[in-house]
Structure formats: C-alpha cells, structure tokens
C-alpha cells in the first residue's frame, strides 16, 4: 500500500515537475499580467490628489520586470549553455538524479514566495503623489529596493534548482541570510529614526514580521532536507556515494 500510494506521490511530482520546464514563458507573462493588475489596482486605491509620483511608478515597473530579468539571466547562467558544468555520466543515470520529489514542494514554495511578497508590498505601502515627506520617500525607497531584490533572488534559485545547479543549495542559505539580516536592519532603522504615524509603523512592522518569519520557517523546514536528503546530494553535490 504505501509503495502504491509512494509511487502516485513521485508520479504527479514529476509530471509537475515537467509543468514546470515547460512553462516558463507562461509563468513569465502570467506574473506581467498579475503585478501590472495589481499595479493599478494600488494605483487607484491610494490616499493621494493629481498625478502619481515617478518614484511610485518606477517602483511598480522594476517590481514588474525584475523578476522575468532575474529568470533569464539565471537561465542563461545555470542552463545547458556551452561551457556550462557537465554532470558525470553515473550521477545523471541515478534514478535520485533529477528535482523530483520533495524537492518539487521546495521548488512550488520558491515560486509562491514571490508573488507573495510582492502581494504584501502593494498592500503595506501606498503609491505616492504629490509632495512626499523625506521620511515617507526613504521608507518607500528602502522598501522597494528590499521586494525587488528579494523577488529576484528567489527566482533565480527556483531557476538554478530547477536546472540542478550545483549551486543551488549554497545560494539559497545565502539568501535566506541575507533575508533576515535585511528585515532586521530596515526593521531597527525604522525604529531608530521613529516619529512615524502609527498606522504606517504598525503597517510596515507587520509586513517586516511577515517576512522575516517566512523566511524562519522556510530555513527550518528545508535546511535539514539540503543538509541530509540522499536526493540533493546526488542531483546538487554529485554524491554518489550519498545513495542509500
């Protein structure tokens, strides 16, 4: 019963798996279509008179096109390209070899992750017009620079995950640290600067809470499986002898 029920379970991975390949065009233009909807969805709710500021329209496009930028770029880094790391011709045989299974669920919370973040950006943070504080233009600054950063990063772990880069799973602790360092740095900025009105700190330090305990659990659920899983040291460190 349960080598039936482990085999649907690696069946439907793998042909999500090959969704995933094969979709990336789809899932480039779906993310435009999402983020500009939801662009001018912020645009139209927000709290101001006249023409949106530069810097609010600035943001929604980098926040747009960062992302699909990150994935090419990583495609063409972690792809088949000439010249790209050859796999040893017994780790590509092993039937571990390959980002199937569990690592098909990390790949999914990879891909969720930035919409998600994008998400809670435009609901945090406002667009802006008219005359804007230097407080208010800092915060909005910083925290655009944090979700554009932060988006692009994770694609291009999905994207080196997706293609078996060895470089995968040292990138993606990098930047799981690098994630937190940023949520607490902005995070005692905020506080140290102070004198914000209440309703935007209690906004931005939720979305900082937000995210900083995303980024905790997906470190404690899925560092032990990179560290430990048979499956990841075949297809990312080329360990054979790792196969139980």
């Known amino acids: 019963m349960f080598r039936h029920v482990r085999q649907r379970l690696q069946s439907r991975s793998a042909a999500l798996l090959l969704k995933l390949e094969s979709g990336l065009p789809r899932l480039g233009v779906?993310?435009?279509?999402?983020?500009?909807?939801?662009?001018?969805?912020?645009?139209?709710?927000?709290?101001?008179?006249?023409?949106?500021?530069?810097?609010?329209?600035?943001?929604?496009?980098?926040?747009?096109?960062?992302?699909?930028?990150?994935?090419?770029?990583?495609?063409?880094?972690?792809?088949?390209?000439?010249?790209?790391?050859?796999?040893?011709?017994?780790?590509?045989?092993?039937?571990?070899?390959?980002?199937?299974?569990?690592?098909?669920?990390?790949?999914?919370?990879?891909?969720?992750?930035?919409?998600?973040?994008?998400?809670?950006?435009?609901?945090?943070?406002?667009?802006?017009?008219?005359?804007?504080?230097?407080?208010?233009?800092?915060l909005h600054f910083v925290l655009t620079l944090d979700v554009v950063l932060f988006t692009s990063l994770y694609t291009v772990a999905f994207v080196a995950a997706l293609k078996r880069s060895i470089a995968f799973p040292p990138l993606l602790m990098l930047i799981w640290l690098a994630d937190v360092a940023m949520q607490i740095g902005i995070g005692q900025a905020v506080a140290i600067a102070g004198g914000l009105p209440v309703a935007v700190d209690v906004a931005i330090q939720r979305l900082l809470d937000g995210n900083l305990l995303k980024v905790l659990i997906s470190a404690a659920l899925w560092t032990p499986y990179l560290l430990l899983s048979s499956r990841v040291a075949i297809t990312y460190r080329h360990e054979l002898h790792a196969a139980r």
């Open 30 to 138: 779906l993310w435009l279509a999402l983020i500009v909807g939801a662009s001018g969805l912020r645009l139209a709710t927000s709290p101001f008179d006249g023409l949106p500021a530069w810097s609010s329209i600035l943001s929604f496009i980098l926040l747009a096109i960062a992302p699909v930028g990150a994935a090419l770029l990583a495609l063409s880094w972690f792809g088949d390209a000439p010249g790209a790391r050859r796999v040893p011709h017994a780790v590509r045989r092993h039937p571990l070899y390959g980002p199937s299974g569990m690592m098909v669920s990390l790949l999914v919370g990879l891909l969720i992750n930035v919409p998600l973040r994008a998400g809670e950006y435009l609901v945090a943070l406002p667009a802006l017009g008219g005359s804007v504080p230097p407080w208010l233009a800092t």
